[in-house]
């Protein structure tokens, strides 16, 4: 009852101020944003949760705007290493994305890269991690192009993954990848 008081009164704040129902997402971000630049954590959570009840309550949980929100708790969550909660969150966005038909999808990309990162460096799941990068890296290439600097230097990413399994020959191939599309996407 308390969250729902306090979205109200946020909502109710932000029309006060003339900005309309669906600007109220938009300005919980630009909060959200400027916060994770400061690495203000714990506000951006926050806010982070704040905007995933308005997507919830305003949209429903099939918005695009609910299951992205998911993701940037999950993410808030694991800057401050609260992993078991992040992990729930990050999953959590995938479900909904998939319900939602959006499991190829660039948020999805995100998602997926998230749970990558998590499976290999904090947890020495290299296994695991593999496929979350491949999947995130095909839909990445699909959507950015192979010339977009984030899918560069997530294909040096994949390549350290393999590096660290012993698996020399593809680390090669990935980090070579990388080196020319940040060559040719930097003029270096």
């Known amino acids: 009852m308390k ?3 306090s979205l109200l009164f946020i909502i109710f704040s932000f029309s006060q101020m003339g900005y309309g129902q669906s600007d109220v997402y938009e300005e919980l971000k630009k909060t959200y944003d400027q916060l994770r ?33 998911l993701r940037y708790v999950g993410s808030r969550f694991y800057s401050l290493s609260l992993n078991d909660s992040a992990l729930y969150y990050w999953n959590k966005s995938l479900e909904v994305l998939e319900k939602q038909q959006r499991a190829e999808s ?20 290299y296994k695991i991690a593999e496929p979350h990068y ?4 095909e839909i990445e290439k699909k959507f950015l192009g192979e010339e ?32 020319k599309l940040k060559k040719k996407i930097f003029h270096f």
């Open 134 to 137: 491949l999947k995130a890296l």
């Open 37 to 69: 630049e400061e690495s203000k954590e714990d506000s951006a959570l926050v806010v982070a949760k704040k905007m995933n009840a308005w997507a919830l309550q305003v949209e429903t949980d099939s918005s695009l705007r609910y299951a992205v929100s």
């Open 106 to 125: 660039l948020d999805a990309a995100y998602c997926l890269y998230n749970l990558g990162i998590f499976y290999y460096l904090d947890m020495g799941y």
């Open 148 to 179: 977009h600097p984030d899918y560069a230097s997530n294909l040096n990413d994949l390549g350290n993954l393999y590096y660290d399994m012993g698996d020399y020959k593809s680390a090669e191939i990935y980090f070579k990848k990388s080196l």
């Open 3 to 5: 969250k729902v008081i």
